[in-house]
T-cell receptor
């Protein structure tokens, strides 16, 4: 079955630690995205990537970093510079990204808690 | 200004009845797409239905249909024959034609639907 997987489902981090959230897709999609969702709120874009080895900052990129070494994979690192990282993180992908008809499909999410 | 408005923070519906979730949008683009997603308590965002700005027919997908009124800039989701499993948050989203890379995929604040037995 094609889809998007995210791991881990739950992640706990101590203050000052970097953590990496995994996102893998086997849909053969070119575009991938990372969103953050805080309780009772909508989604905010952190980073997006249209092709391998290229990615762009979204609305709230500070304190986060990404890489896109493979088409299938788009890991997100939450660095110690992110002041309030406790949130739900969703990864998404779409076919090519540059059409308003493109649907974004989402993974199951990772819930990050800072202790 | 909010590009997507969902005025119903919470809705209740009796099992097997139909329910309409409201969504209004704001754009000056002629080309745009409207999307509805379901987010159950597990957190995953599940794509439900899509409507393009040039589509003349209202979109339908199984029990989901979209009541698209372009002049009023509304794209309401209609769920027929509600089931207990429909209880979730529902998000309306929009992507404008000028958005070249999907970086401005705008989500509304969501409506929490509770289906009563």
């Amino acid at each position: 079955d094609g889809g998007i997987t995210q791991s881990p489902k739950y992640l706990f981090r101590k203050e000052g630690q970097n953590v990496t959230l995994s996102c893998e897709q086997n849909l053969n999609h070119d575009a991938m995205y990372w969103y953050r969702q805080d309780p009772g709120q909508g989604l905010r874009l952190i980073y997006y990537s249209q092709i391998v080895n290229d990615f762009q900052k979204g609305d709230i990129a500070e304190g986060y970093s990404v890489s896109r070494e493979k088409k299938e994979s788009f890991p997100l690192t939450v660095t110690s510079a992110q002041k309030n990282p406790t949130a739900f993180y969703l990864c998404a992908s779409s076919i090519v990204g540059h059409s308003y008809t493109d649907t974004q499909y989402f993974g199951p999410g990772t819930r990050l808690t800072v202790l | 200004a909010q590009k997507i408005t969902q005025t119903q923070p919470g809705m209740f519906v009796q099992e097997k009845e139909a329910v309409t979730l409201d969504c209004t949008y704001d754009t000056s683009d002629q080309s745009y797409g409207l999307f509805w997603y379901k987010q159950p308590s597990s957190g995953e965002m599940i794509f439900l239905i899509y409507q393009g700005s040039y589509d003349e027919q209202n979109a339908t997908e199984g029990r989901y249909s979209l009541n698209f009124q372009k002049a009023r800039k509304s794209a309401n989701l209609v769920i027929s024959a509600s089931q207990l499993g429909d209880s979730a948050m529902y998000f309306c989203a929009m992507r404008e034609g000028r958005d070249n890379y999907g970086q401005n995929f705008v989500f509304g604040p969501g409506t929490r639907l509770s289906v009563l037995p």
